[in-house]
C-alpha cells in the first residue's frame, strides 16, 4: 500500500469515468455512430474518451468539414443526454463531493452543460457550483483552456490546484495547465498520473489550519 498527500486550494474534478461512470451510454451512441460511419468500434471507443464529441469526429473522419462535425456531435449530445441507462456513481463519488460542501472546487468536463446535469442527476451527485463545460471553452481537452479557466473562476494559480481525470486526454490537459494529477479507474492506471485511485474511496480530503486541502490517495 502506498499513500500520496497533495497540498493545494482548489480542485478541479473531471466528470465521465471521475465522478460518474457513463461508459454503458458512451458505448451503446458511439458504436451506433461508428456503424452509420462504417468505422470499427473498438477504434472508435479508444479515442472518444474524454473529448468533445467533435474533435473524436475531427480525428475519425480527418476529411470532413468540421461544419458537419458540430452538427452531428449537436444530435449525438441529444441522443447521450436522452440516455441514462447505466449511468452511475464511480465508487465513493458522493463522499468525496460530501467533503468539498464548502471547498474550493470546480467540475471540468468536456460535456455540455445539459448532458453534465443529466449524468450528474442520474448518478444521484451534486453539481458542482462552479463547472466549466463544453460551452465555456473554445478547445477541447487535451488542451488545458478548460482547467485554465476553472483554476481561475476559483481565484487561484494553476500550480494552487489539483486535477482529477481518468482519460489519456483529460491527463494530458491537466498536465499541459501544469497542475498535478490524480487519475481515477481502471484507464487512469497506465497514464503515469502523479498518484492513482482505483476508485473515489481512496480519497480522503481535509481542510488543514492554513487553508489549504490536504488531499490523501492510497493505492
Known sequence: MTTTEFRVR???LDMDGTLVNSDAVVERCWRRWADRHALDHDRVLSVVHGR???TTMAALLPDRPMAENYAENAVLQAEETADTDGVVP?????AFLAALLDRPHALVTSAGEQLAAARMGAAGLRMPRTRI???S??????DPEGFLKGAAELGFTPGDCLVFEDSEA???A???AGMPVVGVGPRAAALSPDAHAATLEAVTVRPAPDGTLLVTVTA
Open 52 to 54: 468533445q464529441g467533435h
Open 170 to 172: 483529460g491527463i494530458t
Open 10 to 12: 482548489g480542485l478541479l
Open 133 to 135: 463545460t463544453a460551452e
Open 137 to 142: 471553452v473554445s478547445a477541447s481537452k487535451p
Open 90 to 94: 464511480i465508487p465513493g463519488a458522493a
Open 174 to 176: 491537466g498536465r499541459a
